[in-house]
């Protein structure tokens, strides 16, 4: 596996400007003769492989155009004209086709949309009159077509301001429609949902304030009252978003599209494009650096230097169905401030570490409690509320109890057994033994007492109602199940990287006892305690590759069997990525929360 930024410090401007032109590097070799189709794999996603082909084609230009604006070197610029032209004439073999309904050449057009704002010099005015016009066309699709009534609004209004930038004919009333409507979808205290939705993930940080920025960066004489809501908007925004980062750089996994990796932390360089300091701008540049580093850490990369399909290693089992080969580039998105000059005062700041932020923090519209161990090395949110049905693994990826910037979460292989299921940070259902079920879906959310509720229903004539209380570094997790059949409960903490454990060095310490599940690796320990000691503990040794940081994990368990009736469950869970700090904190035991007593637990 060929890391292309391996030896790259990633300090500096020109640090970033050289990883841009690495990660491009490997790129070339797939561009096909027409310069406008570049093919990475056979690997599918739900649209065909000319939007694909596009897709690897037009990410990568969301870091060459930013850098190229900053006046950073790029030598291909010839081989995305002669693809620009190319893909957009209906005569040329590889004709990008016409965008249709909702179809995914809409998405590849908004970084054409940054290149006419940010480098017209390179892809609009050295082509003929015939190529502009083909180009003009082929984007002006997105203003006559439908689209999705969520982020992508934004990609109709990068394009129409890309066309205005260069004097090209656009839509006014489509930009200002679209803009109207991403209005609607606006919460309050910075956060956004991503359409009439229940997502609250990096589509807001990554797509509804990015493109925001560069709005209010770019926008902001034309349309000056907008430009200021955004801003203030974004500076909301940042206060709770901060708290989603560790100390190491690492970013809470969470949520859809984890695959774009870096782009997590692409809101803190888009402030910087905005020159918007709602931190001071060390630890802006802190937080962004760091992030990137750490990816830079992570084996992220195929054989031949491309980015792959995953999260922290490859693995196409936590995949959606819209990742194609080339989807990982809009990564680069993080690279939007290498359009700022190296005076810009982000570029002069000397990083900054993570400002002092609360151990525990409920933060309302993402429905989460978020809390950090002193150490700030580990974040952990609390989770109950949010969902988005249509994606693969969706329940893993919005339904878990908790979420964990060291100990990641898992998906699973299959519902048989509970190696296939991998259910950490959550309580899986059976009503033969086999096949688990879990929270996928809630019916009822709220906040009690300092404790996340909520109410689901997995199965027919079963009901589950689940607080969640933080106690760091522990949490509390207290359930009350009412079911009209018997059932087999597992209920998992913190999946444990169990690297190591071959059997020359014999590394992992594993303890499944009544009342009591727990782990240690060098990677760290991860445990769960049963309050009402009702359960029996089990060390479950997952399949591989269900974990999105690490391929192969054990996962500690507190399993048990139901009649009908009702039943009461709680237990405290603990994971350090620090096996000696865990060992100390495992003596520890939270209570149970005295407010529940009142509800009928003792």
Not at 4 to 10: G, S, T
Not at 76 to 93: I, Q
Not at 483 to 507: I, K, M, Q, V, Y
Not at 553 to 565: C, E, N, R, S, W
Request: hydrophobic content about 40%; charged content about 20%.
């Amino acid at each position: 596996m060929t890391n292309p930024i391996a030896h790259n410090p990633l300090y500096t401007r020109g640090d970033l400007q050289r990883a841009v032109g690495d990660l491009f590097a490997p790129l070339k070799a797939y561009f096909g003769s027409g310069g406008a189709r570049v093919s990475l794999g056979v690997t599918a996603a739900h649209y065909d492989s000319h939007a694909a082909e596009l897709e690897s084609f037009a990410r990568p230009l969301w870091g060459l155009v930013p850098m190229a604006a900053g006046g950073g070197s790029f030598a291909d610029w010839a081989l995305y004209r002669r693809g620009l032209t190319n893909g957009t004439d209906p005569n040329h073999p590889e004709f990008w086709g016409t965008p249709r309904d909702c179809d995914q050449r809409l998405v590849e057009m908004a970084a054409f949309g940054l290149a006419l704002l940010l480098v017209p010099h390179e892809v609009w005015e050295p082509l003929d009159h015939t190529a502009q016009d083909h180009l003009l066309r082929w984007l002006s699709t997105i203003n006559k077509v439908g689209i999705v009534d969520n982020n992508w609004l934004w990609f109709r209004v990068m394009v129409n301001l890309g066309l205005a930038h260069v004097g090209a004919k656009y839509d006014e009333a489509a930009m200002n429609n679209a803009l109207a409507r991403l209005d609607e979808f606006y919460l309050g205290d910075g956060w956004y949902a991503d359409g009439m939705s229940e997502q609250r993930d990096y589509y807001i940080p990554f797509a509804m304030h990015f493109y925001s920025l560069v709005y209010a960066k770019l926008a902001g004489e034309r349309d000056p009252r907008r430009a200021a809501e955004y801003r203030e908007r974004a500076r909301a925004f940042a206060q709770d978003f901060v708290n989603w980062f560790a100390a190491d750089g690492s970013a809470l996994p969470f949520g859809r599209s984890l695959t774009y990796r870096f782009a997590q932390g692409a809101f803190w360089g888009a402030l910087a494009f905005a020159d918007l300091e709602v931190l001071p701008w060390g630890v802006i540049k802190g937080l962004a650096l760091r992030h990137l580093r750490w990816w830079s850490r992570q084996p992220i990369f195929a054989s031949d230097g491309t980015l792959s399909i995953g999260y922290a290693y490859p693995n196409l089992n936590m995949a959606e169905q819209y990742n194609a080969p080339g989807s990982p580039y809009w990564a680069l998105k993080f690279f939007l401030p290498l359009s700022l000059p190296e005076s810009h005062p982000f570029w002069q700041a000397e990083e900054l570490p993570l400002p002092e932020l609360p151990s525990i923090q409920y933060q309302p519209h993402p429905h989460m409690i978020l809390y950090r161990h002193s150490s700030a090395r580990h974040v952990m949110a609390l989770s109950s509320g949010q969902r988005e049905p249509w994606i693969r693994h969706a329940g893993e990826k919005y339904a878990k109890f908790a979420y964990s910037t060291a100990f990641g979460f898992s998906v699973p292989i299959g519902r048989r057994g509970l190696t296939q299921a991998a259910a950490d940070s959550m309580l899986a259902l059976s009503d033969d033994g086999e096949y688990y079920r879990v929270r996928e879906k809630t019916v009822e959310v709220a906040f009690q007492d300092g404790a996340l509720y909520s109410r689901w229903l997995p199965l027919p004539g079963v009901e589950v109602e689940t607080w969640l209380l933080p106690a760091p570094p522990w949490h509390v997790r207290v359930h009350r199940l009412r079911t009209s059949r018997p059932l087999w409960s597992a209920e998992g903490g913190f999946s444990l990287n169990r690297s190591g454990d071959n059997p020359l060095e014999n590394a992992g310490i594993h303890e499944a006892v009544a009342g009591i599940a727990a782990a240690r690796y060098p990677a760290g320990g991860s445990g769960v305690r049963d309050l009402l000691g009702k359960r029996m503990g089990q060390v479950v040794r997952c399949d591989p590759n269900t974990n999105l940081l690490y391929p192969r994990t054990v996962l500690p368990t507190l399993t048990a069997q139901h009649d009908p009736g009702e039943h009461w469950l709680a237990c405290a869970v603990l994971a350090e990525p620090d096996a000696d700090q865990w060992a100390l904190a495992w003596e520890h035991v939270p209570d149970l929360p005295a407010f529940l007593q009142d509800q009928g637990l003792s």
